[in-house]
């Protein structure tokens, strides 16, 4: 499913359009690209980083390249409103270091900003760490899958 709400321009809309692009795309030869989608001092934050300016926001990136064995994003709605705009996204990736042949996904969404260019000024990612990343490893999932249950005020 890949649902799109545009209320904003149409330059913001292909602004949003040629992220959504790379981002689907991404490898380490187009992380250069990040430098036409992104202002110089963009600001990106997500559960393990937070970082300003474009050369750092692309070292996280080539650290996910250096840590991860395909890595993919997949883009599942969007939603662009004058100079901002909401995606929700499927995050795909195997472990190098643990189980490569296991596919994960982590499903999340960014909030962004735009300049008048066209170029991301905020980038912030929510994904809930716990669930979609801690809760699968071997030993550290156990107390979080207990946590989780501790904390709940369902009924099991």
């Not at 709400?5 to 040629?18: N, P, Q, W």
């Amino acid at each position: 499913m890949n649902a799109d709400l545009t209320t904003g321009s149409e330059d913001m809309a292909a602004a949003v359009r040629r992220l959504v692009h790379l981002y689907q795309g991404l490898t380490p030869d187009r992380l250069s690209e990040l430098e036409v989608c992104y202002a110089p001092d963009a600001h990106f934050k997500d559960p393990f980083n937070e970082v300003e300016g474009v050369a750092a926001i692309r070292g996280i990136f080539e650290h996910m390249f250096t840590a991860l064995h395909s890595p993919r994003f997949v883009i599942t709605q969007q939603i662009v409103q004058d100079q901002r705009a909401f995606l929700e996204w499927e995050f795909r990736f195997r472990i190098k270091r643990w189980k490569p042949d296991l596919e994960h996904c982590i499903r999340g969404a960014s909030a962004l900003s735009f300049d008048g260019q066209g170029r991301v000024t905020h980038h912030r990612d929510y994904w809930d760490a716990a669930e979609e990343l801690y809760e699968k490893l071997p030993l550290l999932g156990l107390l979080m899958r207990w946590l989780r249950r501790t904390m709940s005020t369902s009924e099991k």
